[in-house]
């Protein structure tokens, strides 16, 4: 099947819930653009909750984490009450209506575009402290059951769900009691067990650890086991050297293996940011070409699943699109891609075909460009064609 090239664009779910489509369509092409290929795979986090107290100017993100309403996070801290310290064993019910509409964005673009989602349904949540386990379980089958909804809707989506980021790296909670509580390897395969037994998550279904060179969660060809054997590569020693794959490809049972992050490269600028982010002063280096060389080794030891870090982009939402960076420079110079000319033709293009009955011309394709870049998003473009002269001359029966 080749192998699929992606990057981790983490906060792409928080520009679609706050409505800024046009920049995350925008993402999309620029990253289709940079590897060559329509379909390029970015690795999206569902929620940004709160990690607690983000120290002032950190973030290599741009930002601090936020729920923007994809789960009802105060609601979900709920599980414990404070009062008689027993858990409360009530589960939300419904997906927000965020929740959905951010998630059908993704189905909707991958779908017309070509471009392929890892959707991590609990990402930075496992961060928030005093929310049952119990209530992982849950958000984790509502949201495949709604995959399922909307890969119907959309069939030519490609969509990699992620049930949860690191799951024995940082889910170890607080209890009311001053105790903790971890996930499993048991606890964790049983979100497989389940979408076997129950009859959803008809696509292809992953998680990972963090920080490891190997896993020992269940993967195989029954629908009770994961799809892949996805791997969180170290950041130590001689990183830049692929792990070991004997004992990955025996644990995987003949299906392919990946590494969904390989957060290692920063430009030398954002490393104290980073560092102070991540709580990590150890995990960052600025050579370039030892991470490309890591990339090089993964693919020479037969990872199908690639995820390059995004070191500024998507992560810096604040100030994207912005200028080119070393790593997509390297990145276009190995994949015959670009990093330049950052444009919307593939929203366009299309829209002019169908609206208008004929290709774009260049001015119409810089004018809209250059208001897609403002913030236009693709209806209001749409909805300008339609209300164009051209338009109205072309369908005189449905003029006003």
């Not at 959707?119 to 495949?144: F, M, P, S, W, Y």
């Not at 982010?277 to 030892?290: M, S």
């Amino acid at each position: 099947m080749g192998i699929r090239w992606g990057r981790s664009s983490f906060k792409l779910g928080n520009w679609v819930a706050e409505g800024n489509t046009s920049k995350a369509a925008a993402w999309v092409e620029h990253n289709q653009r940079l590897f060559d290929r329509d379909e390029v795979w970015l690795r999206v986090f569902k929620e940004n909750a709160g990690w607690g107290p983000i120290p002032a100017g950190a973030g290599m993100f741009g930002s601090p984490p936020r729920d923007p309403g994809v789960w009802d996070v105060d609601w979900l801290q709920g599980y414990w009450d404070p009062e008689t310290l027993k858990a409360r064993r009530v589960r939300p019910e419904h997906i927000t209506s965020i929740n959905r509409r951010v998630t059908e964005w993704f189905f909707r673009t991958s779908h017309e575009t070509g471009c392929g989602f890892e959707l991590v349904i609990v990402a930075t949540l496992k961060h928030t402290e005093l929310i049952g386990n119990g209530h992982i379980d849950h958000i984790i089958r509502q949201e495949l059951i709604m995959f399922d909804e909307l890969k119907e809707k959309y069939p030519n989506a490609k969509i990699i769900a992620s049930a949860c980021n690191e799951w024995d790296a940082h889910h170890l909670r607080r209890d009311p009691w001053g105790g903790t509580e971890q996930l499993s390897v048991n606890a964790v395969n049983m979100w497989a067990v389940r979408r076997g037994r129950d009859g959803y998550g008809f696509f292809e279904l992953i998680v990972d650890h963090g920080g490891r060179n190997d896993f020992d969660y269940k993967v195989g060809s029954g629908r009770d086991t994961y799809d892949w054997g996805m791997v969180h590569p170290v950041r130590s020693g001689e990183w830049w050297k692929a792990p070991p794959t004997a004992p990955i490809v025996a644990d995987c049972h003949g299906k392919p293996y990946g590494a969904t992050e390989s957060m290692y490269y920063v430009q030398y600028e954002d490393r104290v940011r980073a560092e102070t982010w991540y709580r990590n002063r150890a995990g960052w280096q600025t050579n370039v070409e030892k991470q490309m060389t890591f990339y090089e080794n993964l693919e020479g030891a037969g990872f199908s699943y690639i995820i390059v870090h995004d070191e500024k982009g998507a992560q810096s939402d604040v100030d994207w699109p912005r200028a080119r960076t070393t790593l997509e420079d390297r990145l276009a110079e190995k994949f015959g891609g670009t990093t330049m000319g950052l444009k919307f033709e593939r929203i366009i293009r299309p829209a002019y075909l169908e609206i208008l009955d004929r290709p774009v011309d260049d001015g119409g394709l810089e004018s809209y460009n250059r208001a897609m870049h403002q913030g236009m998003s693709k209806a209001q473009m749409e909805e300008h064609l339609l209300r164009s002269k051209e338009y109205a001359d072309k369908n005189p029966e449905g003029a006003d």
